[in-house]
């Protein structure tokens, strides 16, 4: 998405030169000069009742922009704004958010872009809850979330969550978690006083995806609309071309869209080629982030291929000898309903291109384009769970197991789908456990090469198991929700929630993120020495994420700090 000062000085070279300019630009000027995410420091204050049932929220935002504002930067913290009420019924909500320039890396949109965040403070707020009112994490959240009759429900931030069901995705989680099993092996390890303590983390998450509708948009000033556009091209061959302005990195929609054009038009998937990435072939289009992709380019798509069967309609009719309204189309074939007289969209469109016996007015081609707004976003959900282990002697974090079911609505495929999973996972674990920008108190950025800066690879991780419940969303043809986003957003909470409550019991109830070996041994040491981290009545600030722990025992409200 973004255009780097670096991009527009390698342009004015090409054009004052006349020649073919490149900009090489290697890993540790990467680090230092592109954008980093996720720098805020969010003052939060929860009310509930003393049997858990929350009442009102108040978030205080400061949001550090770095050193200039980048393309989407300004946007961030508005878009998370809608989600720090997440999946849970609030009376009241009052947000406000306060940017800052400052003199580091400028901030911009990293995966997810304000959800994160929103996500990280409720869910750590949520545990800090139950352990304040002496309830499960997980029967707390049960209080308080939306059931599943009651979607479509306009939350109090004013977003209109059009499916779900929060209950279903929770049940096979448990299920497959094991979690009364491990929650009896927690009792178990600090009753017997093992120095590896075991610890369970929870995030219960909702999001807002499928970045639009343009309407939307428009009243946060966000430079463009939020429609997709798509065309599909019939070939005398046979074959059939998709251009799409949505451009893939990675997340396999050449894979998806031609499974999409084949099962609407009813022609081999090997016939389908999809076209993208180039504005001299794919002239309009909105490109891809915000788990937008399919939920609005898959659905421009939809929108084309039924406008190439209802353009194929009056030559199929002519061809058949039959009027068009007797024509019904199935599987490929466009027959005349009662009978076994057909052809195919195929045939229709090489008929098309000869031309040799059009009826009066039919053009000679099928091809046809859509563009779609939608008229709301997507509200893809899940709940993940965490197994961490704690070295209470070294500080020392090790994850066990890590359990996610994720309703992202219709899943067109669930190898891409896993695949997206994955990778979100490991992303917003890294967060939690490893990734962080450090500078030293001059403002310069000591973590500007791969030496000093953590980046996890497939030996840090385990084997997640994932799974999937589906609440089709109502808003598209297809049902379907985001899903690029969802496990660097519900991840983050689920990890830090692990790892302090397998140390709750020693008097810690934060620790700042990532959560290193040294921090936790050092928020275990504090806590056992009577400091900050100890108790609710102690409170603090983090000087990076995490909550802080101030509770009024009497009305049950309790307020929080996070970066």
């Known amino acids: 998405m973004q255009t780097t000062p670096e991009e527009w000085l390698t342009f004015l070279a090409a054009k004052r030169t006349g020649r073919p300019v490149k900009y090489t630009e290697t890993r540790s000027e990467s680090l230092m000069a592109a954008h980093h995410g996720r720098d805020q420091w969010q003052r939060l204050t929860l009310a509930a009742t003393k049997e858990g049932r929350v009442t009102g929220l108040k978030v205080d935002l400061l949001a550090d922009m770095g050193s200039y504002i980048g393309i989407v930067g300004g946007g961030v913290p508005v878009l998370g704004a809608w989600m ?79 499916s779900g069901n929060y209950e279903a995705a929770t049940a096979k989680a448990k299920e497959m978690f094991g979690y009364d099993e491990l929650r009896e092996e927690q009792r178990r390890r600090r009753e017997s006083g093992d120095p590896v303590q075991l610890g369970i983390g929870i995030s219960t998450f909702t999001e807002m995806c499928g970045l639009a509708p343009s ?39 050449v894979t ?24 001299q072939v794919a002239v309009r289009g909105l490109d891809t982030y915000g788990s937008r992709s399919l939920v609005v380019g898959g659905e421009a798509l939809v929108r084309a291929a039924d406008k190439v069967v209802e353009r194929a309609k009056p030559l199929a009719a002519h061809m058949l000898e039959a009027s068009p309204d007797d024509l019904e189309f199935s599987s490929g074939r466009l027959q005349v ?32 384009s859509a563009s779609y707004d939608p008229v709301n976003f997507s509200f893809p959900h899940g709940t993940h769970l965490c197994a961490m282990e704690v070295d209470t002697e070294t500080g020392r974090v090790q ?121 936790v041994w050092r928020a275990i040491h504090e806590a056992g020495a009577g400091g900050e981290t100890t108790g609710a009545a102690a409170p603090h600030m983090s000087p990076a994420t995490g ?17």
């Open 256 to 279: 998806a869209w031609s499974q999409i054009v084949a099962d609407r038009l009813g022609v081999p998937f090997e016939d389908v080629e999809v076209l993208h990435g180039d504005t």
């Open 337 to 368: 309903r009662g009978t076994d007289k057909g052809v195919t969209i195929q045939e229709v469109a090489t008929a098309a291109w000869a031309a040799h016996d059009l009826p009066e007015g039919i053009e000679p081609n099928l091809d046809a």
């Open 84 to 162: 720090f009420n997440a999946i849970y019924k609030f009376d009241a909500y009052r947000f406000t958010t306060t940017q800052v320039l400052t003199n580091k890396a400028w901030v911009d949109a990293y995966r997810g872009a304000g959800r994160p965040e929103a996500t990280y403070a409720i869910e750590r707020l949520m545990n800090e809850l139950a352990a304040e009112v002496g309830m499960d994490p997980l029967e707390l959240r049960e209080l308080n979330w939306i059931k599943h009759e009651e979607f479509p429900f306009t939350t109090v931030a004013g977003m209109t969550y059009d």
């Open 399 to 519: 994850m066990r197991k890590y359990v996610c079911v994720d309703d992202v609505g219709t899943i067109v495929n669930p190898l891409i789908v896993a695949g997206q999973v994955h990778g979100g996972l490991v992303q917003g674990i890294a967060q939690a456990l490893w990734e962080e920008a450090v500078y030293d108190d001059n403002g310069t950025l000591v973590s500007g090469s791969f030496v000093d800066y953590l980046l996890p690879t497939a030996a840090d991780t385990i084997s997640f198991e994932i799974d999937h419940t589906t609440s089709p969303s109502t808003t598209n043809t297809l049902g379907t929700k985001g899903v690029g986003e969802a496990g660097t957003i519900a991840s983050t909470p689920a990890v830090v929630n692990a790892v302090v409550d397998a140390v709750r019991h020693l008097g810690v109830d934060d620790i700042r993120m990532p959560c290193t070996p040294e921090r």
């Open 547 to 563: 909550m802080q722990g101030t509770v009024d025992r009497t009305d049950g409200a309790s307020e929080g700090g996070q970066q």
């Open 215 to 253: 309407r939307v948009l428009g009243q946060l000033n966000y430079g463009a609309g939020g429609w997709e556009n798509a065309e599909i091209r019939m070939l005398p061959t046979g074959k059939v071309e998709v251009i799409t302005g949505t451009s893939p990195h990675g997340q396999g929609h």
